[in-house]
């Protein structure tokens, strides 16, 4: 069964600077999807970014990018000139392409605050 | 227009009681979903139907039906509610295999209380 892991269950950063939030997932499938989501306290659940495994450019979502490390499960999300409206749930989420019980799998998420 | 509407948003009620959740979607999708939310905000999938056909079903009480009248409408209905019940349910839809380039798209999640 895939998983999906955030290691960081709080993060904070200052108005204008960079974070980084980290996800990693097991899966022994070659093609798949992965994406981020984001729920601000309104918990509307809000599509960031997505990744295709079989590209190997990352991609980018005017100040949102990631770091995909296919060989590492490693996908990363870079958040730049951070604002206040970035405050809220990030989730990581994975989504496979094969075996017909095509799901999207969560991690448990990780909460950022954006201080003025 | 709201692509993917659930009703209610909020909803409180006792133990025991049995209640409804609707989802609808204007988005031409294939197949939707039920997520559960519970108060650590982690999400886990319930039910999926692709074409009014279960696809999903993952351990979830029996007192948790799913309902797909049709490829646009995916009810949940629960019955004798427990306090373990209250939660945030997402209905979301998705084209398997088509505009994955659009991931999901959800809803605004009901909040079930019970008390």
């Known amino acids: 069964a895939q998983t999906v892991t955030q290691s960081q269950p709080e993060m904070s950063v200052q108005e204008a600077e960079t974070v980084t939030l980290s996800c990693t997932y097991d899966?022994?499938?070659?093609?798949?999807?992965l994406f981020w989501y984001k729920q601000p306290p309104s918990r509307q659940m809000i599509l960031v970014i997505r990744?295709?495994?079989?590209?190997?450019q990352n991609a980018t979502e005017n100040r949102f990018s990631v770091n995909f490390q296919k060989a590492a499960k490693s996908f990363s999300l870079k958040i730049s000139d951070s604002q206040l409206g970035d405050t809220a749930m990030y989730f990581c989420?994975?989504?496979?392409?094969?075996?017909?019980?095509?799901?999207?799998?969560f991690g448990k998420g990780t909460k950022l605050t954006v201080n003025p | 227009d709201t692509a993917v509407s659930q009703t209610p948003k909020y909803l409180v009620t006792q133990m025991g009681n049995d209640k409804s959740i609707k989802c609808e979607q204007n988005?031409?999708?294939?197949?939707m979903y039920w997520y559960k939310q519970d108060s650590k905000k982690f999400l886990k999938i319930m039910f999926s139907?692709?074409?009014?056909?279960?696809?999903i079903n993952e351990t979830v009480p029996n007192r948790f039906s799913p309902k797909s009248p049709d490829k646009a409408h995916l009810n949940l209905h629960i019955n004798s509610l427990e306090l373990g019940d209250s939660a945030v349910y997402f209905c979301?839809?998705?084209?398997?295999?088509?505009?994955?380039?659009?991931?999901?798209?959800f809803g605004s999640g009901t909040r079930l209380t019970v008390v």
């Open positions: 989420a994975f989504f496979p392409t094969q075996g017909g019980s095509e799901k999207l799998v």
């Open positions: 979301a839809s998705s084209q398997v295999g088509g505009a994955l380039n659009y991931g999901y798209t």
């Open positions: 899966t022994s499938e070659s093609n798949y999807y």
């Open positions: 990744q295709e495994a079989y590209k190997q």
């Open positions: 139907y692709n074409n009014k056909e279960l696809i």
């Open positions: 988005l031409g999708h294939d197949t």
